[in-house]
């Protein structure tokens, strides 16, 4: 029987091993451990101590949209037609769309969204558990019930060359509605660069980590999509919100 004071162990190992863990900032594996210990010790022996002491290595998540982005024979993809024409003056003409996802929980929820290029207004949204294709479907239908939207004909919508965006029932859908589908070159986000500046600004300004349940997070998104739309103030909308923006292009159009 050990004695009360008999140290534990692998308690001098252990000590051994969480200052290399340290000093790696949680990031090193046990195979970058034990290259940096001052001593030899078998890997096993390593991997056994950090669970024994919970020392759990931060591994930064893949983003789960981008993972799925394989397209099938299928799927079909668009020319750049926005060509990076974000200086958009008359609103309903340009949209751009993107699906990013928001940890909350332990848990992810994937939020689709489609903004007007000129006024930068969130003409629609979605938010779902899961990346099924009724993600960006329920997107486009909640667009075609905005109130301020008559027609889609002729209207440009933007995206990049995502699983969603190349599926024939998207592109159905968009084509239903006369619109005009446009597509990002491979791998250059900056094609699609004010969606990417939307969700940028939620995320710095929501805190979507303090909910619980994904009815929470639903709740917050869509407060801050009235807020974003209808009080946020932008230095390159002349100091106005969104929507005030849009009515002032509007008022000079007409």
Not at 13 to 23: A, E, N, Q, S
Not at 139 to 144: A, F, G, I, P
């Amino acid at each position: 029987m050990k004695k009360a004071d008999e140290p534990e162990k692998d308690f001098n190992d252990y000590l051994l091993v969480k200052k290399m863990f340290d000093k790696g900032k949680a990031k090193w594996g046990f195979r970058t451990i034990q290259m940096n210990l001052p001593k030899k010790m078998n890997h096993k022996k390593i991997i056994r101590i950090m669970k024994k002491y919970h020392l759990f290595t931060k591994i930064r998540r893949v983003n789960p949209y981008k993972a799925i982005m394989k397209k099938s024979a299928e799927h079909r993809i668009c020319e750049n037609k926005l060509n990076r024409e974000f200086k958009q003056s008359i609103p309903f003409k340009a949209f751009c769309t993107d699906i990013t996802y928001i940890p909350f929980n332990h848990r992810f929820a994937y939020l689709s969204v489609i903004k007007d290029i000129a006024d930068g207004e969130i003409v629609a949204w979605n938010l779902a558990r899961h990346l099924k294709m009724d993600l960006v479907m329920n997107t486009v239908e909640n667009m075609k019930n905005n109130a301020n939207l008559t027609s889609f004909e002729d209207i440009l919508i933007h995206s990049d060359q995502g699983f969603h965006y190349t599926n024939p029932e998207y592109i159905e859908a968009i084509k239903d509605l006369k619109m005009t589908q446009s597509m990002s070159r491979k791998g250059n986000c900056i094609d699609n660069a004010p969606i990417e500046s939307f969700f940028g600004h939620l995320k710095d300004d929501v805190d979507y980590k303090s909910c619980k349940t994904f009815e929470q997070l639903y709740s917050l998104i869509a407060e801050y999509v009235r807020y974003y739309n209808n009080e946020r103030r932008q230095w390159e909308l002349k100091k106005m919100t969104p929507v005030g923006y849009r009515n002032h292009l509007l008022l000079r159009a007409g």
